[in-house]
T-cell receptor, first 113, second 117 residues
């Protein structure tokens, strides 16, 4: 069965610095997609970035980038120039062949001013 | 553009009372629809998903049920709420195209915080 593991329940970073959130997953499939979602205090789930497994190039979206290591089944999120508005729960997710999202437990990101 | 509406935002219900949460999507047709529950400080648990009118798949057996009476309407119900039903409920939609898996990004509603007392 597919699983997604986020080993960091909580991370903190100084404003304007860089932080990396880790995510590992387990799957026997070769073609799949990975996502990072952000859930701010408002509780709405917002897509941050996605990665297609067949693409070797790491996805980037402005200050957000991923380090995708397919062989290691690792999918970490790097946030550069952290801002106060980045404070949120971050969830890593994997989409399986039935188009269902498998979610990690989340990492709470705290931004220190 | 597509939007998803979910209501109510908060709900306090006594144990044993019925429940009805509604979710509607605008600006798209034939969406996949999803109901998730999120316990405090936890990840999301998929409860139900639907690929079409009247087509409901249940992921977790419980006293909740879902219905899809219209293409863009998804309802989460219970006949008798339990204390354990308390949580944050999120509705989501995706535009499924089976030959374009990359397009299956899920977009979420604002959520409903349910407290069963």
């Amino acid at each position: 069965a597919q699983t997604v593991t986020q080993s960091q329940p909580e991370m903190s970073v100084q404003e304007a610095e860089t932080v990396t959130l880790s995510c590992t997953y387990d799957t026997s499939e070769s073609d799949y997609y990975l996502f990072w979602y952000k859930q701010p205090p408002s509780r709405q789930m917002i897509l941050v970035i996605r990665q297609e497994a067949y693409k070797q190039q790491n996805a980037t979206e402005n200050r957000f980038s991923v380090n995708f290591q397919k062989a290691a089944k690792s999918f970490s999120l790097k946030i550069s120039d952290s801002q106060l508005g980045d404070a949120a729960m971050y969830f890593c997710a994997y989409i399986d062949s039935n188009y269902q999202l498998i979610w990690g437990a989340g990492t709470k990101l705290i931004i220190k001013p | 553009s597509q939007t998803i509406h979910q209501w109510p935002a908060t709900l306090v219900q006594p144990v044993g009372s019925p429940l009805s949460l509604e979710c509607t999507v605008e600006g798209t047709s034939n969406p996949n629809l999803y109901w998730y529950r999120q316990a405090a400080g936890r990840g999301l648990q998929l409860l139900f998903y639907s690929v079409g009118i009247g087509q409901i798949s249940s992921e977790v057996p419980q006293n909740l049920s879902a219905s899809r009476p219209q293409d863009r309407q998804f309802i989460l119900s219970s006949k008798k709420l339990l204390l354990s039903d308390s949580g944050f409920y999120l509705c989501a939609w995706s535009a499924i195209r089976r030959t374009e898996l990359a397009k299956n990004i899920q977009y979420f509603g604002a959520g409903t915080r349910l407290s069963v007392l």
